[in-house]
């Protein structure tokens, strides 16, 4: 009777055997991933289970320096620069959107774009995508930077965290705002943006991470490699045939580091948002 | 007559607002559904041409004859219920586990190490997985081959392809659905686990009929979530296994889209409209039969 509330000590040994098991489980592919990055293909295969590498070689960096006739750091650059772009634009766009949405929500029209924003969100995904490239192709948009920007704006968890903290908003703030005699435009800058600071911090950092991984509509949109980003150069190379294996998980740890780092810093913010705007939706 | 004015110039800023969301939602989700479900009812060699010929529903009569896409159908069912299963059970596990008072320390380090996989970019995580299963370069093969047990085919065999591919999605997506059960448990009453434990419940009963009702709201996001997200399984086949071996991981998305790779593009955007309507379908009824209270 007693073990309900202070548990017995098997029990505890066993509960702490299977989270760390699992833990270490579940980070194992990172630590392999690292460490076959510094290591020649052949070693790898001698002996896959090395847990450090023989020496610590910055020289794959270099080699993988070009990949597919353009250069490791545009695809960098391309993740920052589309990344941070689309996740500004994101931001804004689903902010005024949701706070229209939330504010009038039976205005002629609105319902509309509400529903139609739900059934884009339901539809699978990369099946959309192809359609888009016709869309794109007829808006003369097709292999450039701005296509991709402009696609990768909204997504479903943005909108969701939007609305829902737009919901909570006390109507009598609004009222007491309007009576004073604000107009719209100061209602939303005055009032609700300096509200909106922390959860608009919580969506740029959630888009942030969503979008640094996004490939496939990259890849659609893409005329040439030039415009592709880590994750899409990465899946090139891991499907060329006779693939430099060690080159391959050089260039997945550079994919991996930076989001990995953005996520530990900001853990919490992550953690919180990510089940906040899904338990919305 | 000014109050009228005013409120349409307070509305009018609204439709300002909402300009951008709407303008890219419909630029790029609903013309594109629209595009999609038009060019499933023509003749793919006109498809893109601006007066294709329309062919009504033959396009869906031919993929429903398609053993093809009927086998890849039933093979997405299944693969989607499995990991449905296998991605709730474990979320729910630890994320129970890590709820409880057994574990006092440490706690922030097991959620993270379960969480980190959802924010690495799915290319990366599924490659490094690819190269794990792999049978000369895989730590996998190599592991068990030290600790003296049979060798697992992984990506290579028929028999655990899926198996396998189901191991890297559960890697990459569970630990979202364990913050949803955490945050569920987070906000539970306690007191009515105290009220039951003054009353005698077995540790058993109190998880059965206190705890487990009041986390039906994660179980339907999750529930919902998760069928969403493993009906439309893409990523991880285009990584690992192309939709090999012999067609086991050939699922309908990523058929549709070799359908679409090969210019047939009438029956890939049919294929797209059945799984569209199967998703909305079972979301649906996920939603309905979570939503419904208990003895209703």
Not at chain 1, 132 to 150: P, W
Not at chain 2, 201 to 225: D, E, F, G, K
């Amino acid at each position: 009777m007693n073990d309900d509330i202070r548990p017995n000590r098997l029990l505890q040994v066993v509960a702490y055997a299977v989270a760390i098991l699992t833990s270490l489980l579940f980070l194992y592919p990172y630590w392999w991933m690292l460490v076959s990055a510094f290591r020649p293909t052949r070693a790898i295969m001698s002996a896959p289970l090395r847990p450090w590498p023989e020496t610590l070689n910055f020289q794959i960096f270099s080699e993988i320096g070009r990949i597919g006739g353009v250069n490791l750091s545009t695809y960098a650059v391309n993740s920052l620069a589309i990344t941070t772009l689309s996740t500004i634009l994101g931001v804004i766009v689903t902010a005024l959107g949701a706070y229209a949405l939330v504010r009038r929500p039976k205005a002629p029209g609105f319902t509309l774009v509400r529903y139609g924003f739900l059934i884009t969100i339901m539809y699978p995904y990369m099946l959309l995508v192809i359609p888009v490239y016709l869309v794109m192709f007829k808006l003369g948009l097709l292999g450039s930077y701005a296509g991709i920007i402009l696609f990768l704006a909204l997504g479903p968890l943005q909108f969701f965290l939007f609305e829902q903290f737009f919901r909570k908003i006390p109507n009598e703030v609004i009222e007491a705002a309007v009576i004073d005699g604000a107009s719209e435009w100061q209602i939303l800058t005055r009032v609700v943006l300096p509200m909106a600071m922390p959860i608009t911090a919580t969506v740029a950092l959630i888009t942030f991470l969503l979008n640094w991984a996004q490939w496939f509509p990259i890849m659609v949109i893409s005329r040439s490699p030039d415009t592709y980003t880590l994750p899409v150069a990465l899946l090139s190379m891991n499907s060329e045939l006779g693939s430099n294996f060690q080159g391959i998980m050089a260039l997945a740890v550079l994919t991996t580091l930076p989001v990995a780092a953005l996520f530990l810093l900001a853990q919490k913010r992550v953690m919180e948002g990510m089940a906040a705007g899904a338990v919305k939706g | 007559m000014m109050d009228a004015l005013g409120s349409l110039s307070r509305d009018r800023i609204f439709y300002l607002f909402v300009a951008p969301f709407a303008a890219l939602t419909i630029l790029f989700g609903v013309w594109p559904i629209v595009l999609s479900i038009q060019v499933s009812f023509t003749a793919s060699a006109t498809a893109l041409r601006p007066n294709p010929t329309y062919v009504g529903f033959a396009n869906y009569i031919a993929v429903l004859a398609d053993p093809i896409f009927l086998a890849s159908l039933s093979r997405t069912l299944l693969y989607t219920v499995l990991s449905v299963f296998a991605n709730l059970a474990f979320a729910l596990g630890f994320a129970i586990l890590l709820d409880s008072t057994l574990l006092k320390r440490g706690n922030l380090f097991f959620r993270l190490a379960i969480f980190l996989p959802v924010v690495t970019p799915d290319v990366a995580g599924y490659v490094v997985w690819r190269w794990l299963f792999d049978r000369s370069f895989g730590a996998i093969n190599a592991a068990l081959k030290m600790l003296g047990l049979p060798a697992f085919g992984g990506l290579s065999s028929v028999d655990t392809a899926m198996l396998s591919i189901l191991i890297a999605e559960l890697w990459h997506h569970a630990g979202f659905y364990m913050i949803i059960f955490l945050a569920n448990l987070s906000i539970r009453d306690r007191a009515l686990e105290e009220a039951a434990h003054i009353d005698g419940a077995t540790t058993w009963q109190r998880w059965w009929y206190v705890i487990l009702p009041q986390l039906r709201p994660a179980l339907v996001i999750n529930t919902v979530y998760a069928l969403i997200q493993f009906l439309k399984t893409f990523t991880v086949v285009v990584v690992m296994t192309k939709g090999g071996p012999n067609d086991q991981t050939n699922f309908v998305s990523y058929y549709a889209y070799q359908l679409f790779d090969q210019a047939r593009y009438g029956e890939a955007t049919a294929m797209a409209t059945i799984l569209f309507a199967i998703v909305i379908g079972l979301s649906l009824t996920a939603y309905r039969i979570g939503d419904r209270e208990p003895g209703k």
